[in-house]
């Protein structure tokens, strides 16, 4: 350290003298120096600008600068391009970078174009301003979609695809949603004829809380259709022929469209003949001439009439056509009550079901006839003012009620088919159109039936006799008992009064018991009857002798009696004793009062008493 010193000290020794400085000028002329010294300068450490210069400084950083805030658009030059990015200068402190999958959509982006970008990053990692088109394009787009709903503009957009519902529709870069009611005044059935088209439409809802919007074509066009609309209804006038177009097809009519106005053809103005669904007569899009029927009083409802145009088939029916005349026809429609016959094209004629057949007990008209079916029949009657025929076609046979009395006299048997049943008896079919009826009463010799069905079924042959014969009333009353002998006949003198029978006890009934003497005969037994000789009662199922002590033959009654079988012999016991012991008191000559204890005690044996 001391050598290091000492080196330097020789050094300053030997180095050139420095000349003496000048005296400065705050000394030389203090008064000059602070008039004229710069006290902004010392204060601030810089020079003070000129007013008028720093104006001009203002003036050149906002004409050549730009305030970059935060969700601002501003617009941008391409300066430069690469194959992945484009350098936009928006005379900020750098330029900015966009990727050029933002401009897909402009293929033919060069360097020199305009361009709307957003600020999105000040400064990247690397110091570098990022700017972004798409969010740009995306502000913009909605700026311009609110204004456009807000004052009723009528924008361009591009129809993407169709989707449920409707369509997608391109509106200024968002995706806007085209409902199927909104592309027509009309119904739409092709939807893909508008993808890929440009079309005008207008922004009639926005959600902004979804970020949706709701754009509509058919808006532009119902203005003009509202004029044309007013001029047509004012002219409309009932019975006036217009040309219209078909416009929808539903299973009650046909809507018409006449120019902006809608009119309705019900399914039975389209044609005179019966028809089961409008697209039979007409199809969509389809021109054709209507008149007028009717409208309400503000003409918003429209009825109109096809068929009218035409003359009514009625007027063209032949006038040789009358009653009694033969025509052959088709079933076009059955009811329960019968089938209307298609005459001629618009001329409908009804079978009723009851002209069907000569049979009285009435069927549904599906038994005999089905819809498409060509029939013969009969006219029954012609209402050429009210347009009404009746047709028969039980005309064309033979009324089987011509020889009734002759086929079937009372007392003849036969064989019929069971047809239907009533509460009080079943109707049996002979023959077609031959009826007759059978009384619940007529149906069984011994059987208790309350309801025919518990006897026989539909369809069920039965073997009948010929009762009763009205001609006039055309009513046949039959018996089906009355074709085998009445069992009950052998029964009277089987189970005569007094005669003996043995049988179980079948069941124990109130007031008594009832006894099987055979499939025919059930006889009742009261409960005093039931007693035997001990003093006890018969039980069920317990066998023992019973007398007939009733038997009724219209009315199948059978009483029967156990106790008066051994009462009886009794009797004859007592009569015997009577005898004998009066034979005795000849030959013993007892007392009387001996005679009269032995006959009281006899007594009182028969009386039940100990």
């Known amino acids: 350290m001391a050598e290091n010193a000492k080196q330097a000290e020789v050094e300053a020794t030997d180095a050139p003298a420095v000349e003496a400085p000048v005296v400065s000028e705050a000394k030389a002329n203090p008064e000059k120096f602070l008039k004229e010294f710069n006290w902004h300068n010392y204060q601030e450490g810089i020079d003070e600008v000129d007013d008028l210069q720093l104006k001009e400084f203002e003036k050149l950083v906002a004409e050549n600068f730009v305030d970059t805030l935060d969700d601002e658009v501003v617009e941008g030059t391409v300066v430069h391009m690469t194959d992945r990015d484009a350098i936009i200068d928006i005379n900020a402190k750098s330029e900015g970078v966009i990727s050029l999958n933002e401009f897909r959509y402009n293929p033919n982006l060069a360097v020199g174009d305009k361009v709307e970008v957003l600020i999105d990053v000040r400064e990247d990692a690397t110091g570098q301003l990022v700017l972004s088109h798409r969010k740009a394009r995306v502000i913009k787009a909605w700026d311009r979609v609110n204004k456009a709903h807000e004052t009723g503009e009528i924008v361009n957009g591009f129809v993407k695809c169709r989707t449920k519902g409707g369509m997608i529709v391109d509106v200024f870069g968002i995706e806007a949603f085209l409902p199927g009611s909104q592309i027509d005044v009309k119904p739409i059935r092709d939807y893909d004829q508008y993808v890929n088209k440009t079309m005008e439409f207008k922004v009639v809802k926005i959600n902004h809380e979804f970020k949706n919007v709701v754009v509509s074509h058919k808006a532009l066009i119902e203005a003009d259709i509202e004029e044309q609309k007013k001029e047509i209804i004012g002219q409309l006038e009932k019975g006036q022929v217009l040309e219209g177009i078909v416009k929808n097809i539903t299973s009650y009519g046909v809507f018409i469209d006449l120019g902006g106005v809608d009119g309705l053809v019900h399914i039975t103005d389209l044609s005179w003949s019966r028809i089961n669904h409008p697209n039979e007569i007409v199809e969509l899009d389809q021109k054709l001439n209507v008149v007028i029927l009717d409208f309400d009083e503000n003409k918003s409802r429209i009825q109109l009439g096809l068929k009218q145009l035409s003359k009514h088939p009625w007027e063209a029916l032949a006038e040789e056509v009358k009653v009694g005349d033969k025509v052959k026809g088709k079933v076009v429609v059955i009811a329960d009550y019968g089938a209307f016959i298609e005459v001629a094209d618009g001329v409908e004629g009804l079978i009723h079901v009851s002209e069907m057949s000569w049979s009285t007990h009435l069927r549904s008209a599906q038994d005999f006839v089905s819809v498409g079916d060509e029939v013969d029949a009969v006219i029954l009657t012609l209402d050429r003012e009210d347009r009404k025929m009746s047709l028969g076609i039980k005309q064309l046979t033979p009324d089987p009620w011509t020889d009734i009395t002759s086929k079937y006299p009372v007392g003849s048997k036969h064989s019929g088919i069971v047809r239907n049943f009533t509460n009080f008896g079943v109707f049996v079919e002979l023959e077609e159109g031959i009826d ?175």
């Open 436 to 610: 007759g009826l059978i009384y619940i009463s007529d149906l069984s010799w011994t059987k208790k039936i309350k309801h025919p069905s518990e006897f026989c079924a539909v369809g069920d042959k039965l073997d009948v006799v010929v009762l009763e014969l009205d001609v006039e009333g055309r009513k046949l009353s039959l018996g089906h008992k009355q074709t085998t002998v009445n069992p009950w006949d052998k029964y009277e003198t089987d189970f005569a009064l007094g005669t003996t029978h043995t049988a179980a006890i079948s069941e124990i009934v109130d007031k008594g018991a009832t006894v099987e003497f055979n499939e025919d005969i059930v006889a009742f037994v009261p409960s005093r009857h039931l007693e035997k000789e001990d003093g006890s009662k018969l039980k069920k199922g317990e066998s023992a002798e019973f007398k007939i002590i009733e038997f009724n033959k219209e009315f199948k009654r059978v009483v029967a009696s156990h106790t008066a079988i051994f009462k009886e012999e009794e009797i004859k016991n007592v009569k015997a004793a009577v005898k004998k012991q009066a034979s005795q008191a000849a030959e013993a000559k007892p007392t009387l009062g001996d005679a009269n204890d032995a006959l009281q005690a006899l007594k009182d044996k028969m009386d039940g008493k100990k």
